[in-house]
């Protein structure tokens, strides 16, 4: 049973520009959480999908937007890109009630 | 913004040796839980402790939550190398509230 998977691993991208990331949960968890984590920083909460709508929010502009699909698969997309952005970003899955699980992460580094 | 401090920041320590590391809040919490960080990967869940005074252990790592619910301290008992990690706390403020708040993290190096 493969856990929370991401991609891309690593990502390289300019200000401005845009990015989608990706994020396949747990096989059986329904909600998808999205967190930033900063270079020797703890993981900041951007939001959380559950039946393909946003069910909470953190504090993050509206650059940062995301989607959940179907099979409960999710994206994260930033737009016009900042050099602050660069960051680790994790998604974490679970089922319900129970606790999360998170994924390796995908490593965002703007130039 | 309720805030979540851990410290010490960078803890060094040789192999065989006891630590405790904190999280403390101004706030108080429904639930707070303790994660480790190796490089390249997410975070992994240790324990979630949810009474006010609540001591759990798992092997040789004590982990206990203030009376008040507003801090917890995780205690490892005989350091070894393979505790090497980023140390999280995390909590939720209220229960059903799915915002999780990490604190700063403590990292720990056991040297052997």
């Known amino acids: 049973d493969a856990g929370v998977t991401q991609s891309p691993t690593h990502l390289i991208k300019t200000r401005g520009q845009q990015v989608t990331l990706r994020c396949s949960p747990k096989?059986?968890?329904?909600?998808v959480s999205w967190y930033q984590q900063a270079l020797g920083q703890g993981p900041q909460f951007i939001f959380q999908?559950?039946?393909?709508?946003?069910?909470q929010r953190g504090n993050f502009p509206d650059r940062f937007s995301g989607h959940q699909y179907p099979n409960y698969s999710s994206e994260l997309n930033v737009n016009a890109l900042l050099l602050g952005d660069s960051a680790l970003y994790l998604c974490?899955?679970?089922?319900?009630?129970?606790?999360?699980?998170f994924g390796p992460g995908t490593r965002l580094t703007v130039l | 913004t309720q805030l979540l401090e851990q410290s010490p920041q960078f803890l060094s320590i040789q192999e065989g040796e006891n630590l405790t590391v904190y999280c403390n809040s101004s706030?108080?919490?429904?639930?707070l839980q303790w994660y480790r960080q190796e490089p390249g990967e997410g975070p992994v869940l240790l324990v979630t402790?949810?009474?006010?005074?609540e001591v759990k252990k798992l092997k040789r790592l004590t982990f206990q939550f203030g009376d008040a619910r507003k801090d917890s301290s995780l205690h490892i008992t005989a350091a070894q190398p393979g505790d090497t990690g980023l140390y999280l706390c995390?909590?939720?403020?209220?229960?059903?509230?799915?915002?999780?708040?990490f604190g700063t993290g403590t990292r720990l190096t056991i040297i052997p």
């Open positions: 974490a899955s679970k089922e319900q009630r129970n606790e999360q699980f």
């Open positions: 096989s059986g968890h329904d909600t």
């Open positions: 999908y559950y039946e393909e709508e946003e069910r």
């Open positions: 706030s108080v919490f429904s639930s």
């Open positions: 402790v949810v009474t006010g005074g």
């Open positions: 995390a909590a939720r403020k209220d229960f059903g509230n799915e915002k999780l708040t």
